[in-house]
């Protein structure tokens, strides 16, 4: 089986969002390249991008390399207030008529619910209609005083979302201290979204003296919640044995999940697991397709571990054309590879043009995101 060297200078390096990757110190595996035995031959680690992952206030970001419209959207970390329709005898009007858009209808209908029951969960509607402005004009003061009314009334959804208020500086100054006593009350009620970034408060050290454990305790809250965000950095704590017992079984479980669900850091890490066997069952061919949906969403580093396996391979047939191609995207990205460099230039001349034309939409993308 062809061996593949490892790339030995750094990747590019990229700040994750809340301070995580500062805490932890974090990079992307290494991809261990070499023959697919228990004994298998040392190699020299990659030092390649930290991990990311969404942080308050601002939960989402694109992903760093500019792409061509792809299929699918990863699903986006919850940033607002809405509660999930709980159920009941009676329909949900308000929530209903806002799932569906009629935002107009939510108003009119969680206006009367207030005026009726005082109910915090049309409370918390009406701040999240005036914090967006659907339906309405926005107004950052009234949807503070109704998230400030539900929270009173034990909203987890809105204290969530009055914190975030917090965080953004929104409706007032910036108060992060206070931003963390809202997330920790809505935390204690089950809010899987604030025990998340509730974590990252610990990690990074700042609001909380720096406890990793306590950390991990409420990645573990969130991820039990269905927070791919936490699932993600939960794994990294146990892939890493900070703040918890190393397991490399667990993590590989968690990265799994959180690929799934749509997190490219994720998917990349998860491919390297499956193909060096870290965790899991070792599995090339599987690998070779979780870095290509990662490499279509953007990742350089995906895309250069794409190219790799493409040049001599492993998981997917060789294909020196995808090969250059995957290289010049991710070269583009900032995920530089001398290995790269140097098949690129053994091919033929027809080969190497054939990649230029398949990366030539990519490249464009990237070239207008920086001009």
Do not use: C
Not at 112 to 119: C, G, M, Y
Not at 293 to 313: F, T, Y
């Amino acid at each position: 089986m062809t061996a593949l060297p490892i790339l030995s200078s750094p990747a590019p390096r990229r700040r994750l969002a809340a301070g995580l990757a500062v805490a932890l110190g974090l990079a992307v595996s290494p991809l261990v390249f070499g023959p697919p035995s228990s004994a298998r031959a040392e190699t020299k680690p990659v030092p390649a991008t930290p991990l990311r992952s969404a942080a308050p206030p601002k939960r989402t970001a694109a992903p760093r390399t500019p792409v061509p419209p792809t299929t699918g959207k990863p699903p986006a970390p919850v940033t607002h207030a809405v509660p999930a329709a709980k159920p009941q005898q009676k329909p949900d009007i308000a929530f209903g008529a806002y799932q569906r858009g009629y935002f107009l209808t939510a108003f009119h209908e969680a206006t009367k619910r207030v005026e009726e029951a005082n109910d915090p969960r049309a409370m918390t509607l009406l701040g999240e209609l005036y914090a967006n402005g659907l339906g309405i004009p926005q107004d950052d003061e009234k949807a503070a005083e109704w998230y400030r009314l539900a929270a009173g009334r034990g909203d987890r959804d809105a204290m969530f979302a009055l914190a975030m208020f917090r965080l953004g500086g929104r409706a007032g100054a910036k108060d992060p201290s206070e931003a963390a006593k809202l997330l920790a009350a809505a935390a204690k009620l089950g809010h899987a979204s604030a025990a998340y970034d509730l974590g990252l408060f610990y990690m990074e050290g700042q609001i909380f003296p720096q406890d990793i454990g306590r950390a991990a305790e409420l990645f573990r809250q969130s991820a039990a919640g269905g927070s791919p965000e936490a699932q993600y950095a939960l794994a990294i704590l146990y892939k890493e044995g900070r703040g918890v017992q190393q397991d490399l079984g667990e993590a590989a479980k968690l990265l799994g999940q959180a690929a799934l669900a749509g997190i490219v850091d994720a998917q990349v890490e998860y491919g390297i697991a499956l193909f060096n066997g870290t965790g899991t069952a070792k599995n090339e061919a599987e690998a070779a397709a979780w870095f290509r949906r990662a490499a279509m969403r953007g990742s350089p580093i995906a895309q250069n571990r794409l190219a790799r396996l493409l040049s001599v391979g492993r998981g997917v047939a060789a294909d020196p054309v995808q090969a250059i191609k995957w290289h010049l995207v991710a070269s583009a990205g900032g995920a530089a590879d001398p290995y790269m460099d140097e098949f690129a230039g053994k091919q033929t001349p027809e080969v190497r043009a054939a990649a230029e034309k398949a990366a030539k939409g990519w490249l464009d993308v990237i070239r207008q995101s920086r001009s």
